[in-house]
């Protein structure tokens, strides 16, 4: 049954939409039906009776019901999941769109979908809620449950009168507030498109720098990719696991709570969002630094003021995007994840479109190996495996869940080949040159070049929205309810984008502040905490050879972590 058939809200347009929640239920918890209560002062709409944890046989205390934050999981597959682009469902998926008249607007909030199977949305709704007779006909008429491929040993079902015992999941409620409007969680997706998901999730910037790490570490560092791309893959596995584990499970907060309690979830979630925050500082460093290559003799001086060509740019950027942080609807900004991939396609093709076609050619250079400047490249390189926030999101929108090993496996291998590919041939092009954005160093008079030059530029342009409104919605979440208004929506976002401008500005170093990002926060997030919360949640069940393993990874990530900050903060030190 159709959630919004189900819940009978006035908003049509909040709603959690199509039967993923359901057919998810169905998977993990029998298929119960989920209810839910509304508050209409509330920001977060969660039930009462909603808790956290309860992996194995720990059940959740009532101090982690309805923790802190509740965003995260619809906040996040917008900005991870790809559109499908179906008219009905777009127009079905935000209907107030078409209040404007204009067909370039008639768009809403919209996620891969199964074909042919009739997830897609109609395009009308009924307006009343499925009476008692309905409701004991869908009884009779179960989904189908689907086994986990997981070797581990699962938690045993409930009996089947007691399946609405257990706590309700946090998408089975639907973020509500009078000035913001979610999209609908991602529907089913099969296993092509949540191969797409996961590039658009790893195919990100990170990409422009590999040629820049093989300058800093030398030919050698190439072999921190595997390594690095390898562990991640694992650990990405790892949080199957951990969402096996217990039916209450979605996110990677949720895992967090599961394995450390409160604590942990209120801890993964600040490294996440920081994470998120961190990116965005990346994207205005970058735009400025890509429409000053473009424009170099741009300045301004005003009241005794000097802005340069990029922090110029950085500035005016920071102020074109501010009025997308703005949008009421953010069913608007999904449609723009798919930009990544395509973007990530055409700048290689450019690189290699001006390496073969323009006839600068291929040269062969540089050190095999600088000790001492190896952990900039470590950093670098781990940065372009920061995809494990989203990994828990696509895993649990998957149609066939027994394929999400293959999805992970068949994503870390190709993107792996595409930054080696991309490092070889831009170190191999420009040499001891190469700069901390290889299409920094590309002619200026190509036509190549400009198409590359302004796709880094239309890239950042089109996810920065998208990576700050899950930082934002987590800050306008923990207001007091009389705060959680639009006019103070609008003024943290405001303060948000001022304040990664004013970061960027302070540290206007691409390639170092990505190399701190890669250390800190992605040694975190794709081996420490996957690891330790994998091995707190599955203890007793975990074979010694795993159990090593993981303590391995670690120690690794731990080393890489301190050894990487180190070296990324004294450089930017020591280069002001």
């Known amino acids: 049954m159709d959630r919004d058939e189900e819940m009978g809200h006035g908003d049509r347009s909040l709603l959690f939409i199509g039967d993923e929640d359901d057919d998810l239920g169905a998977d993990r918890d029998g298929g119960s039906p989920p209810t839910s209560s509304s508050d209409e002062g509330s920001f977060s709409d969660r039930s009462d009776d909603e808790a956290r944890g309860g992996g194995g046989d720990d059940a959740p205390d009532d101090g982690q019901k309805g923790a802190w934050p509740q965003s995260y999981r619809q906040s996040i597959d917008m900005m991870s999941a790809v559109p499908s682009p179906r008219v009905n469902t777009l127009m079905a998926a ?79 409620a639907c973020l509500k507030s009078d000035y913001i409007e979610l999209p609908p969680p991602a529907s089913k997706c099969s296993r092509s498109q949540s191969i797409i998901n996961g590039f658009n999730v790893l195919c990100g910037v990170g990409i422009l720098t590999t040629a820049y790490g093989i300058k800093e570490g030398g030919w050698l560092s190439l072999l921190l990719l595997p390594l690095l791309g390898g562990s991640s893959c694992y650990t990405g596995l790892l949080l199957k696991r951990c969402i096996d584990s217990s039916p209450n499970i979605e996110t990677y907060p949720d895992i967090g709570q599961v394995a450390f309690g409160l604590f942990g979830r209120i801890f993964v979630s600040v490294v996440l969002y920081l994470e998120l925050y961190a990116s965005c500082v990346e994207y205005i460093t970058l735009l400025g630094d890509s429409l000053s290559s473009v424009f170099p003799s741009a300045h301004l001086a005003f009241t005794g003021i000097e802005l340069n060509a990029h922090n110029l740019f950085a500035i005016t950027m920071a102020l074109a995007i501010l009025p997308s942080v703005w949008l009421r609807n953010l069913s608007l900004l999904s449609y723009l994840s798919a930009g990544g991939v395509i973007a990530t396609i055409t700048v290689i093709v450019c690189l290699f479109w001006v390496g ?103 890239n950042p342009y089109t996810k920065y929205a998208l990576t700050m409104t899950p930082v934002a919605l987590s800050i306008e979440e923990a207001l007091p309810k009389k705060m959680q208004s639009y006019l103070v929506g609008m003024s943290v976002r405001t303060c948000l984008v001022f304040s990664t401008v004013a970061v960027a500005l302070l540290f206007p170093y691409f390639a170092l502040v990505m190399a701190l990002l890669g250390s800190v926060f992605t040694m975190l997030v794709a081996l420490i905490l996957p690891c330790a919360c994998y091995l707190s949640i599955k203890k007793g069940a975990v074979p010694l050879w795993e159990i090593i393993l993981c303590i391995i990874i670690i120690m690794i990530g731990v080393v890489c972590a301190c050894i990487g900050s180190y070296t990324s903060i004294n450089r930017m030190i020591s280069s002001r």
């Open 356 to 458: 073969i076609g323009e006839g600068i050619g291929f040269h062969p250079s540089g050190a095999l190996v600088n000790v001492t400047r190896l952990p900039v490249a470590l950093g670098l390189y781990g940065y372009c495996y920061s995809g494990h926030s989203v990994f828990p999101n696509i895993y649990s929108s998957m149609e066939e869940r027994s394929q999400f090993p293959f999805v992970l496996l068949f994503c870390f291998t190709v993107v792996t080949l595409v930054y080696a590919g991309v490092a070889v041939s831009g170190f191999m092009m420009f040499g001891e040159s190469t700069m901390s954005q290889f299409t920094l160093n590309l002619p200026q008079q190509y036509i190549p070049s400009k198409i590359a030059i302004w796709m880094t530029v239309v």
């Open 94 to 172: 935000s209907p107030s769109l078409t209040r404007f008249g204009s067909s370039f607007l008639k768009a809403g909030s919209s996620f891969f979908l199964r074909k042919g199977d009739g997830s897609g949305l109609p395009l009308t709704r009924p307006l009343l809620p499925p009476s008692v007779s309905q409701l004991s006909q869908s009884s009779l008429h179960p989904q189908p449950v689907k086994q986990s491929t997981d070797s581990l040993a699962q938690p045993p079902r409930p009996p089947p009168g007691h399946e609405a015992e257990l706590p309700e999941r946090p998408s089975r």
